[in-house]
T-cell receptor, first 112, second 115 residues
Framework: RKEVEQDPGPFNVPEGATVAFNCTYS??????FFWYRQDCRKEPKLLMS???SGNEDGRFTAQLNRASQYISLLIRDSKLSDSATYLC?????????????FGRGTSLIVHP | SQTIHQWPATLVQPVGSPLSLECTVE??????LYWYRQAAGRGLQLLFY??????ISSEVPQNLSASRPQDRQFILSSKKLLLSDSGFYLC??????????????FGPGTRLTVL
């Protein structure tokens, strides 16, 4: 079983739609969680951290469920520019450092 | 503000040749540094991380090595490249803040093709 699993998609949605991605993690020692966005042939860029109480940043909402070991990302009012691959990350502490494990990513295509 | 540089941007190397990729960070001190590889159509695989000068930890056994000769310099090397070393190599840094949320910031990456 992969340590961090995501549905690879692609999720193909029209502009204005609401879309949700889930991500599960297997290591219960994971302490912090993030969502990254990666455009084709570019480096990943931090989208948002995921807090235990859930957090929102504009059209984006992230949730964490520690009991079930999954995190989610909700995108409202999708824009064409939201088309990208979304990576979830679970971070565990190890020997004074923080070791991130990335999922393979979920592809989102927003069409007119 | 902090910036992270990687070079070269692209590289084509023959099998069996050596490799040296460099990453430097500006605008921060004593960052945690990371090397990742992303093979075509696959996820990010953590190769090495470093919490300080000369301190390197490897996540997976492989044909590669890493070094951190200076606080903000991280180098990825190989003595003899394999075909399977092809991929998108990404360097990342994260601040050491004492809190558990340590976001990572990525460099632009090096696209390596081994022929």
């Amino acid at each position: 079983r992969k340590e961090v699993e995501q549905d690879p998609g692609p999720f193909n949605v029209p502009e204005g739609a609401t879309v949700a991605f889930n991500c599960t993690y297997s290591n219960s020692a994971s302490q912090s969680f993030f969502w990254y966005r990666q455009d084709c042939r570019k480096e990943p860029k931090l989208l948002m951290s995921v807090y235990s109480s859930g957090n929102e940043d504009g059209r984006f909402t992230a949730q964490l469920n520690r009991a079930s070991q999954y995190i989610s990302l909700l995108i409202r009012d999708s824009k064409l520019s939201d088309s990208a691959t979304y990576l979830c990350v679970a971070v565990r502490a190890s020997g004074g450092s923080y070791i991130p494990t990335f999922g393979r990513g979920t592809s989102l295509i927003v069409h007119p | 503000s902090q910036t992270i540089h990687q070079w070269p941007a692209t590289l084509v190397q023959p099998v069996g040749s050596p490799l040296s990729l460099e990453c430097t960070v500006e605008g921060t001190s004593n960052p945690n540094l990371y090397w990742y590889r992303q093979a075509a159509g696959r996820g990010l695989q953590l190769l090495f991380y470093s919490v300080g000068i000369g301190q390197i930890s490897s996540e997976v056994p492989q044909n590669l090595s890493a070094s951190r000769p200076q606080d903000r310099q991280f180098i990825l090397s190989s003595k003899k490249l394999l075909l399977s070393d092809s991929g998108f190599y990404l360097c990342a840094w994260s601040p050491v803040t004492g809190k558990s949320y340590n976001e990572q910031f990525f460099g632009p990456g090096t696209r390596l093709t081994v022929l």
